[in-house]
């Protein structure tokens, strides 16, 4: 694998939802994980109907949104989040006192998610677009309500401000993703988002990962 990881070392694959930029290497990835022994994919069950697997039949474990469920012995909550999908959802993971989580895909941050982020200690979110360069950008009017919309995405000064208000001193890594190649630019996220931990009661470390390249490993 690219980031130096052997494939077998991988015991299970969490799915968020089941738009293609999200699942379109998953046949493939399963596929590949599978020739010495075969791996599960985790879904919700809403989730797993809608997805195209190619051909190929992995193990599914599917779970009821909002519920929880050891994978060895990890922890995973998943929570619901907002955006168009059919049953889209976010991820913490705990581990031996460590909270890793993620929220990618989301128009807006409700009090519920608000909450399962909480004392996360590396948390990844979307910073998907600079609001006046969508405005301006290339996409379709249409498209650009989508994007702007409570089941969208978030933009830069959604996500500043959940680092101002929100984000709580637990959080070591901060990790910035999903960013827009035509509607954001890694630079602007990073000065906003450093702008709003200035800001803020904690002193995360800020990661932004920028569009086709790999970010860093975080080792817990």
């Keep these: 694998m690219a980031i130096g990881e052997d494939p077998d070392a991988i015991d299970a694959i969490l799915i968020t939802h089941e738009h293609s930029d999200h699942v379109q290497g998953l046949g493939p990835l399963a596929r590949k994980l599978s020739k010495k022994r075969r791996k599960p994919v985790y879904l919700s069950k809403l989730t797993a109907p809608a997805i195209d697997w190619g051909g190929f039949a992995p193990i599914v474990e599917t779970f009821q949104a909002g519920t929880s469920f050891p994978i060895g012995d990890l922890e995973i909550q998943s929570f619901t989040i907002p955006h168009d999908a059919i049953d889209p959802v976010g991820f913490s993971v705990r581990w031996n006192g460590l909270k890793f989580s993620v ?102 470390r800020l990661v932004v990962a920028e569009p086709k390249k790999r970010s860093e490993v975080f080792i817990l």
């Design 103 to 204: 929220a990618m895909d989301l128009g807006y941050l409700p009090a519920s998610v608000k909450y399962h982020l909480r004392s996360s200690h590396v948390l990844v979110v979307e910073s998907n677009h600079d609001l006046e360069m969508l405005k301006v950008g290339p996409y379709p009017w249409p498209v650009k309500q989508r994007v702007m919309g409570r089941r969208g995405h978030l933009s830069n000064d959604l996500v500043s401000d959940y680092i101002t208000e929100d984000l709580d001193g637990e959080t070591q890594a901060l990790l910035l993703g999903h960013l827009s190649e035509h509607n954001n630019h890694p630079e602007i996220v990073r000065l906003v988002a450093a702008q709003a931990l200035e800001r803020s009661r904690t002193r995360a």
